[in-house]
T-cell receptor
Framework: DAKTTQPPSMDCAEGRAANLPCNHS???????VYWYRQIHSQGPQYIIH?????ETNEMASLIITEDRKSSTLILPHATLRDTAVYYC??????????????WGLGTSLAVNP | GAVVSQHPSWVICKSGTSVKIECRSL??????MFWYRQFPKQSLMLMATSNEGSKATYEQGVEKDKFLINHASLTLSTLTVTSAHPEDSSFYIC?????????????FGPGTRLTVT
C-alpha cells in the first residue's frame, strides 16, 4: 500500500501558485519524498525530491515539515501545461540496490485559464 | 539526457495472441528497468524489476509465465504479454535507472497502450 495520502483533486488559476499537500506520517528516517507528475496518457515525469531540507529547482519547490510527516509541492506560477496528476511517493528499499516506488492515486491538478 | 523510449506506442491484438513491447534507454546504460501497468483512472502498479543479465523479479500476483521480461542488454528490455486476453488491455510503462544517471530518479518511457480484442 502507498505510504502517502493526497487530496484526489485540486484546482488552480493560471499564473497563481499551486500548493499540493501530501501526508506521509509513517515515513522512516532514511526515506526520501519524491514528486512525479503524469500528464494524460504519458509516462510520469520526475519533478523533485527531498529528505529533510526544503528543495527548489526550475520546476518546483518542495517544503518538508520539520517532523517530516508531511510536505507540500509548490508550482510557483502554474500554467495550463501543468494540468496533470501529481504523485507524492516515499522511496522504500527493494531487493538489492533497487529502489521501488510505491504509487498512490495522486492529486489531479486542473489549472484553469 | 536520460531518455527512455518505448515501442510501439500503441498496439491492438486479438485475444490469444502474444505481443512484445520494447523499452530502450537511448543515452545511458540501464542497469535496472521497471515495468508498470496502469488501468484507466488508476495508479501505476509495479509488475517487475529487471537487472541486466538477470532474471526479473516479479511483484506478488503478477504471472511470470504470462508476462515475460527479458533484459538482455544494457539498453533494451522487452515485455511480452503471452496469450493476451481483453483484461490485459492496459497502459504499460517502463522506467530505467543506470550508470551516469541520478541515483534519485527513475526515467520513464512514454508508455504503450495495449488493446486486446
Amino acid at each position: 500500500d502507498a505510504k502517502t495520502t493526497q487530496p484526489p483533486s485540486m484546482d488552480c488559476a493560471e499564473g497563481r501558485a499551486a500548493n499540493l499537500p501530501c501526508n506521509h506520517s509513517t515515513i522512516s528516517g532514511n526515506e526520501y519524498v519524491y514528486w512525479y507528475r503524469q500528464i494524460h496518457s504519458q509516462g510520469p515525469q520526475y519533478i523533485i525530491h527531498g529528505l529533510k531540507n526544503n528543495e527548489t529547482n526550475e520546476m518546483a519547490s518542495l517544503i518538508i515539515t520539520e517532523d517530516r510527516k508531511s510536505s507540500t509541492l509548490i508550482l510557483p506560477h502554474a500554467t495550463l501545461r501543468d494540468t496533470a496528476v501529481y504523485y507524492c511517493i516515499v522511496r522504500v528499499p527493494n531487493a538489492g540496490n533497487n529502489r521501488k516506488l510505491i504509487w498512490g492515486l495522486g492529486t489531479s491538478l486542473a489549472v484553469n485559464p | 539526457g536520460a531518455v527512455v523510449s518505448q515501442h510501439p506506442s500503441w498496439v491492438i491484438c486479438k485475444s490469444g495472441t502474444s505481443v512484445k513491447i520494447e523499452c530502450r534507454s537511448l543515452d545511458f546504460q540501464a542497469t535496472t528497468m521497471f515495468w508498470y501497468r496502469q488501468f484507466p483512472k488508476q495508479s501505476l502498479m509495479l509488475m517487475a524489476t529487471s537487472n541486466e543479465g538477470s532474471k526479473a523479479t516479479y511483484e506478488q500476483g503478477v504471472e511470470k509465465d504470462k508476462f515475460l521480461i527479458n533484459h538482455a542488454s544494457l539498453t533494451l528490455s522487452t515485455l511480452t504479454v503471452t496469450s493476451a486476453h481483453p483484461e490485459d488491455s492496459s497502459f504499460y510503462i517502463c522506467s530505467a535507472t543506470g550508470a551516469g544517471t541520478s541515483v534519485f530518479e527513475q526515467y520513464f518511457g512514454p508508455g504503450t497502450r495495449l488493446t486486446v480484442t
